[in-house]
């Protein structure tokens, strides 16, 4: 099935550093949301985004929908230990609001 | 307020077993979506269901079905197991709202192993 394109695969950083990710698609999309999913756990929302152009913050998470409709990223701020984890991005294609198409994640690794 | 719940949360089966997960969607919810995920990889949509009835579907083969009951809770369907049926089975519910996105909420998943 469709997927997007999210990088990086992995990152491995210092505690307090900022982390930046992304993700692109080949078409438009309508929704960008970003999931992150901790071993044995389900994906947990932390961000959604509805409208090219929308930047939202949740803590130290803030994300971007991007003005082309193709991308969107997700930076952390100041990253602590339970930071890890990893983190997808996922959307729907415009006219599908009900399909949602996942990256293949960005594991993050966090040495405190 | 729970959240989605879903259950077996681990289960192993042979091949060629059928197998039925469940899933209770979040208070308030209306609409069910499964998903299954390999190992590192990203969820991969089957089916979504909405009003008892499945709504869409992804590309997955007719031996998985599902059902969703009056109160809103769902079931898939898994028959003549295949060995790469192995994965973690995900449930998503949201809330239909016309001309709005809704975001999905997950379950902790069922882990299912095929011997």
């Known amino acids: 099935g469709q997927q997007l394109n999210q990088s990086p695969q992995s990152m491995f950083i210092q505690e307090g550093e900022d982390v930046s990710m992304n993700c692109t698609s080949s078409s438009i999309f309508n929704t960008w949301l970003w999931y992150k999913q901790d071993p044995g756990e389900g994906p947990v929302l932390l961000i959604a985004l509805y409208k090219a152009g929308e930047l939202t913050s949740n803590g130290r998470l803030t994300a971007q929908f991007g003005i082309t409709r193709k991308d969107s990223f997700l930076n952390i701020s100041a990253s602590i230990p339970s930071d890890v984890g990893i983190y997808f991005c996922a959307g729907h294609n415009a006219g599908n609001n009900r399909k949602l198409i996942w990256g293949l994640g960005t594991s993050l690794a966090v040495n405190p | 307020d729970a959240g989605v719940t879903q259950s077996p949360t681990h289960l192993i089966k042979t091949r060629g077993q059928q197998v039925t997960l469940r899933c209770s969607p979040k208070?308030?919810?209306?609409?069910v979506s499964w998903y299954q995920q390999a190992l590192g990889q990203g969820p991969q949509f089957i089916f979504q269901?909405?009003?008892?009835?499945?709504?869409q579907r992804g590309n997955f083969p007719d031996r998985f079905s599902g059902h969703q009951f009056p109160n809103y809770s769902s079931e898939l369907n898994v028959n003549a197991l295949l060995l790469g049926d192995s994965a973690l089975y995900l449930c998503?519910?949201?809330?239909?709202?016309?001309?709005?996105?809704?975001?999905?909420?997950f379950g902790d998943g069922t882990r299912l192993s095929i011997l």
């Open positions: 998503a519910s949201s809330l239909s709202v016309r001309g709005l996105h809704q975001p999905q909420h």
């Open positions: 269901y909405y009003e008892e009835e499945e709504r």
């Open positions: 208070s308030g919810h209306d609409t």
